[in-house]
């Protein structure tokens, strides 16, 4: 039977993003809908849930700064970094980040994520060995699969397994990367027994820094200062802008031929629009303003321990912090949101970690441990995560 031309064709309703109500049915069942709640220009709840460590996102130096930036060179830098993109800002910035680290040179990209995969994919190839940690950032792990290179993911943390897999596969170029500091438990990565790994087996070693830096090391010279790695000829280093500079944007530090050779290699460098102005502008002040306050990074360690010594005191299970990030174990996925969510409801914000984003299966309350952070803002956090912790039955 042939259909008539002036019959109404029953599947004429479909359209090619069907298949996203599926899949937006499947996130709803299994309680893993994201939403968006944008906040208010005034900050209203009490924040332990972004990645402001040192508190200067709001410093006045760092906004006058940002908008100076934006009020000399404008509010887009206009192009990408090699052709109109680079102004005597983000040349100054990389000057001083390189300086600040121990590195010989640094190069500033639009994002952390865009400086991870720069990185990963400009310093291997099809041929070449990455070797990645189980718990490494998102960033790291599309960087992995954007390299084409054969990449092996390792227990967290775990340098003889590192060694292991760099000696079955001895003799092809290779490189092991992994945070300074996982993002999810705030643990740190143990960075001298990786290098000897590297070393052992002529590996190079790549070190996302976004949670070392301003933390960490002499006055916050980072995760790899602290180990005494800073400027080695086989390191590299990635970190962002948008934490303890409290400003956006990422950079990669290294020797000056890995930072020439990103230049000429890097599509994320290469093709994508370089960083505003404002933000370069503000990260600059930010660096400066850390460079002449050594004592914050130790205060934000400080408001860690505190936070943990209080929540544990107080019958928590809290993971003991290596840097300014505290997680605090929570019994379910479900128990999690509902702790969050109460957390909020009386004026505190908390980030909320649960399956799949976390690689272990735990779900977490993840606390940021600001440098600014008075005694008594300490202490109304506690409280209030005590008291709207979920009750085991």
Excluded at 245 to 273: C, K, M, W, Y
Aim: overall charge neutral; hydrophobic content about 45%; aromatic content about 4%.
């Amino acid at each position: 039977m042939h259909r008539d031309a002036h019959m109404p064709d029953e599947d004429t309703h479909r359209t090619p993003f069907d298949w996203t109500d599926t899949e937006a049915r499947r996130r709803a069942e299994a309680g893993l809908v994201r939403t968006l709640r944008p906040r208010a220009a005034e900050a209203e709840p009490l924040d332990l849930a972004g990645n402001d460590y040192l508190g200067l996102t709001r410093h006045p130096e760092i906004t006058e700064a940002a908008a100076e930036a934006a009020r000399r060179w404008g509010a887009g830098s206009t192009g990408s970094r090699l052709v109109t993109g680079t102004t005597r800002l983000h040349s100054r910035l990389e000057r001083e980040l390189a300086d600040f680290c121990g590195f010989e040179a640094a190069l500033v990209f639009s994002s952390g994520y865009t400086a991870n995969l720069a990185a990963l994919t400009a310093l291997s190839a099809r041929d070449s060995l990455i070797v990645s940690d189980a718990g490494n950032h998102a960033s790291i792990v599309d960087g992995c699969r954007l390299s084409r290179a054969e990449t092996a993911v390792v227990p967290h943390a775990d340098p003889e397994a590192v060694r292991k897999t760099l000696h079955a596969h001895g003799g092809r170029r290779a490189l092991v990367v992994t945070d300074s500091v996982f993002s999810v438990d705030g643990d740190r990565a143990p960075l001298t027994e990786l290098a000897a790994a590297c070393r052992a087996h002529g590996a190079a070693l790549v070190v996302d820094d976004a949670h070392g830096l301003g933390v960490l090391g002499e006055g916050g010279r980072g995760a790899l200062n602290a180990a005494g790695l800073a400027g080695d000829a086989d390191v590299v280093a990635t970190l962002t802008l948008s934490k303890s500079l409290g400003s956006q944007g990422g950079a990669v530090l290294g020797p000056a031929r890995v930072i020439e050779h990103l230049i000429n290699a890097a599509r994320t460098f290469i093709f994508d629009t370089g960083l505003a102005p404002a933000a370069v502008g503000a990260a600059l002040a930010a660096l400066r303003l850390i460079k002449g306050d050594p004592a914050l990074a130790g205060r934000a360690r400080t408001v860690a321990t505190t936070l943990h010594r209080l929540l544990t005191d107080a019958g928590l299970t809290a993971a003991r912090p290596d840097a300014a990030v505290v997680s605090v174990r929570a019994p379910s996925p479900e128990a999690a949101l509902r702790w969050a969510a109460d957390c909020r409801a009386q004026g505190l914000a908390v980030g909320c970690f649960r399956p799949p984003s976390v690689p272990d299966g735990i779900s977490r309350l993840r606390l940021t441990a600001r440098a600014d952070l008075s005694d008594s803002q300490i202490a109304e956090a506690v409280a209030t995560i005590v008291r709207t912790a979920p009750r085991l039955a």
